[in-house]
């Protein structure tokens, strides 16, 4: 029908580009509605780290008058430098059932993206792979974990339509927290004695200390995992900032030898089971009606995502991560969360993360793809 992408450039326009995922999916009983003030924060040249040294466009496609579609092209210097690749990248896609849309969406991306020199199109991936990565293509039927992403099974079609191909998949997992082996208490509580390790839960009175010794691990025990690049001081702050508000700190561990932190354990309460009671918005005509509700729905929230479990690389293959899982799991027992665990993502090809899990009781539930197409 010869619909053309066009850049995002006014307020308005702004406006509609954040709003289509809630008027496409919002009957969909899977679509977790996110605050509409962290889309714009996340978009946002001034308030987002990211835009220090990376850069965005953002296009959408009208049909009638409304939008149809939409998509992010991402140039992401940082990660270029540290891979040494030319790789550019499209997030933010929501798109209707529509093949010359999603054509149009993606022809504009990768042609913002090769005038910047840029020789490949990876995605979807928003903004860096710390955040929301990949489109979901085996595990529908049930919402996402905080965190992760979500779309409808459609979605592959357009891209696939589009040209583009698998570059890497990434697994999401479940445990149901039913059951775990008697012995994994005793064995860790060998492991810290092994090792001299001190293990703690996160000390909230000194959280931005205690986000920087989370920051070294995460550096370090990720550092040559496939996509990886660090974030800055300012992005890893922010981010942070972002999680304090729904992060349970009994839920967090830090191990430690000597006051160096040598491994971490994230776990949140899984905030996306009471989000569709805000309705994407905290305040409406100058009401806290969304915060209200979603204080209310956070009271029954009773699963949890693990984000995080790292060891540094040093340290690998001695224990630790038996004995930060045994933590992990009794506390998620202690605090009443009974409604089963997500760990992840790994990355398909990670066999020794993959391994340990299924030896651990964990069960692979959901499988997320990157897709690439040269430019």
């Not at 996110?34 to 001034?46: E, I, K, T, V, Y």
């Not at 006051?259 to 905030?271: M, N, S």
């Not at 990670?350 to 391994?355: H, R, Y």
């Amino acid at each position: 029908m010869g619909e053309a992408a066009r850049p995002v450039r006014t307020r308005r326009e702004l406006k509609d580009f954040v709003e289509l995922p809630y008027r496409l999916h919002g009957a969909d009983p899977c679509f977790v509605p996110q605050l509409r003030g962290d889309s714009r924060r996340l978009l946002d040249r001034r308030r987002n780290p990211f835009f220090a040294y990376g850069a965005a466009e953002l296009f959408t496609v009208r049909r009638a008058g409304r939008v149809a579609g939409r998509i992010a092209a991402v140039d992401n210097p940082r990660h270029n430098a540290a891979h040494q690749a030319r790789d550019g990248f499209f997030g933010r896609f929501a798109c209707v059932d529509d093949d010359s849309v999603a054509a149009a969406l993606l022809s504009a991306a990768a042609g913002w993206l090769r005038g910047r020199g840029l020789g490949t199109m990876l995605g979807p991936v928003d903004l860096t792979t710390h955040g929301e990565c990949g489109l979901l293509v085996d595990g529908f039927g049930s919402p996402p974990a905080v965190m992760m992403p979500y779309n409808p099974a459609y979605y592959p079609g357009l891209l696939e339509s589009c040209g583009l191909g698998k570059a890497k998949d990434l697994w999401a997992w479940s445990h149901d927290l039913v059951s775990l082996d008697e012995r994994l208490a005793r064995i860790a509580e060998r492991v810290r004695q092994r090792h001299g390790l001190t293990v703690r839960t996160l000390d909230m009175k000194d959280f931005d200390a205690e986000a920087l010794r989370v920051k070294h691990v995460y550096d370090h025990a990720w550092q040559r995992n496939w996509g990886f690049t660090p974030m800055t001081t300012a992005e890893f702050a922010a981010l942070a900032r972002r999680l304090r508000g729904i992060i349970d700190p009994e839920l967090v561990h830090l191990a430690e030898i000597a006051g160096e932190p040598v491994a971490v354990a994230l776990v949140l309460p899984d905030a996306n089971q009471a989000l569709p009671a805000a309705r994407g918005r905290l305040s409406r005509f100058g009401l806290p009606v969304g915060l209200v509700r979603l204080v209310l729905a956070a009271r029954r929230i009773d699963r949890t995502r693990a984000v995080l479990f790292g060891v540094l690389p040093r340290l690998r293959g001695r224990g630790i991560e038996t004995l930060l899982f045994a933590r992990a799991y009794a506390s998620i027992k202690a605090r009443g969360y009974t409604g089963g665990l997500e760990l992840g993502w790994t990355l398909e090809d990670n066999q020794d993360v993959n391994q340990y899990l299924v030896a651990g009781g964990c069960t692979h539930t959901k499988t997320y793809r990157i897709y690439q197409r040269a430019l």
